[in-house]
């Protein structure tokens, strides 16, 4: 017997079964955005991460405030020395020169102040420039040699041992060879010039802490004496910071200061070691309460300041 052909349910008037129409495997189906047009195939999305990240905000209610109240002012205090100025020309030429000396003196200065402000942040933004270019390995490499060593000389005004690194980096092949080099020649000696600026502010410090009539004070001292150290190291390291350069290093040294501190046990720990081995402070230490603590903070924070300062990465 012949075996009949398997059957399947259906009605009887149905014409012979035929298979179903064979379709194109899903797994090669696209998107209509990528179907091939007119010959010239699939249409390619590029991968922008730049487009897509987040555009800057820009300047915020605060700072539109603070810019036409200042707009306000200048423009309030010019106009009044003008009408001044012309009131004593009025009077007299030989008032209204003086005036005129006398305005034109004060707009001087306060140019020469804008203008070391400018100055300061340039140069907080060299110094984010050179970081940004060591920290990627494919950067020009002409670019990262030149700002290293223009960075290297200016240190070198200070640090002399600086100066000994600047044949290595020219004869550097690679951005984490340049890296290598100034974190071995240059970021070495300032972190020990920095250790000494921290290691006379606290002992300063714990003194002015020791003789302070009133336990009240002692918060006002520690943020004076705290502010000429980070001028002082900022100044070790090339920087010349203004009111608003200051303010910018200090957000940073807070920064690095709070990600590179451990826990109070091993603070406490570094802040009994080093009242230890310092005489002068271990000895006020032992005479005012605090005073040690407030000279361990000045050393801390002076070696902050000096991490904040180099364009390298601090180490973890």
Same mark, same amino acid.
């Given at each position: ?48 991460? #730049? =487009? ?7 300047? +915020?209610? @605060?700072? &539109? !405030? /603070?810019? $036409?109240?200042?707009?306000? *002012? ?11 100025? #012309? =009131? ?7 008032? +209204?020169? @003086?005036? &005129? !000396? /006398?305005? $034109?003196?004060?707009?001087? *200065? ?11 942040? #340039? ?10 270019? @060591?920290?990627?390995? /494919? ?178």
């Amino acid at each position: 017997m012949s075996a009949d052909p398997p059957r399947r349910p259906g009605f009887a008037d149905d014409s012979a079964a035929e298979p179903p129409p064979t379709r194109t495997s899903d797994a090669l189906r696209t998107p209509a955005l990528l179907v091939e047009e007119g010959g010239k195939g699939a249409v390619a999305v590029p991968w922008a991460p #730049a =487009d897509l990240s987040v555009p800057r905000a820009g300047m +915020g209610t @605060l700072g &539109l !405030a /603070a810019s $036409g109240i200042a707009v306000l *002012l200048a423009t309030w205090a010019g106009f009044g020395l003008a009408s001044v100025v #012309a =009131d004593q020309f009025a009077t007299s030429p030989l008032l +209204g020169w @003086l005036s &005129l !000396a /006398a305005a $034109g003196t004060g707009a001087a *200065l306060l140019g020469a102040a804008m203008l070391r402000e400018v100055r300061g942040l #340039a140069s907080l933004g060299t110094v984010d420039g050179l970081a940004a270019l @060591l920290a990627d390995p /494919a950067a020009p490499i002409e670019e990262t040699r030149s700002r290293a060593l223009a960075w290297v000389r200016s240190v070198a005004r200070r640090v002399p041992e600086a100066d000994r690194v600047i044949p290595a980096i020219s004869a550097a092949g690679s951005v984490a060879e340049i890296a290598a080099h100034l974190r071995a020649g240059v970021a070495a000696p300032l972190a020990g010039e920095a250790a000494r600026i921290g290691r006379r502010a606290a002992v300063q410090g714990g003194a002015i802490v020791a003789l302070s009539p009133s336990p009240g004070l002692d918060g006002v001292i520690a943020l004076w004496r705290g502010l000429r150290v980070v001028r002082e190291v900022a100044t070790l390291h090339g920087l010349r910071p203004g009111l608003f350069g200051t303010a910018r290093l200090m957000r940073r040294t807070i920064s690095i200061a709070a990600t590179t501190a451990g826990a109070d046990l091993i603070a406490q720990t570094a802040a009994e070691g080093f009242v230890g081995a310092t005489p002068v402070v271990r000895d006020l230490a032992a005479a005012v309460p605090g005073a040690g603590i407030a000279a361990f903070r000045l050393y801390r924070l002076a070696v902050a300041t000096a991490a904040a300062c180099l364009p390298l990465p601090p180490k973890a």
